[in-house]
């Protein structure tokens, strides 16, 4: 399975935290350390959109719409990264994938879905 496998979606509530998980598999973890990472999302219409990135020395950026609310995270002994996401929004309503940063991308995850509703 030459391809990450994300969790920890759900559905929230506005004002609630989700925390996500990513792992490479077995297939691909020998590219995960020196790798930045990044946690992307889609919306139903609307591009792909990276929204977290953290790099092999964890560098961290953020897209401005999560900055203080969203924290990336990675584990390089369990070959993880994790986006911790608090206050969450409606507007962070999405499927939320993960991948390396550098080109070529892995092949893509089936994600796991976001969703934020009162």
């Known amino acids: 399975q030459a391809q990450p496998v994300e969790s920890g979606g759900g559905l929230v509530q506005p004002g609630g935290s989700l925390r996500l998980s990513c792992t490479a598999t077995?297939?691909?973890?020998?590219?995960?350390?020196?790798?930045?990472m990044g946690w992307y999302r889609q919306a139903p219409g609307k591009e792909r959109e990276l929204v977290a990135s953290i790099s092999s020395s964890f560098t961290t950026n953020y897209l401005d719409a999560v900055k203080g609310r969203f924290t990336i995270s990675r584990d390089n002994a369990r070959k993880r990264v994790y986006l911790q996401m608090d206050s969450l929004k409606q507007d962070d309503s999405a499927k939320y994938y993960c991948n390396k940063i550098e080109q070529p991308p892995w092949n893509w995850g089936q994600g796991t879905q976001v969703t934020v509703s009162s």
């Open positions: 077995r297939a691909i973890s020998s590219t995960f350390n020196p790798a930045t």
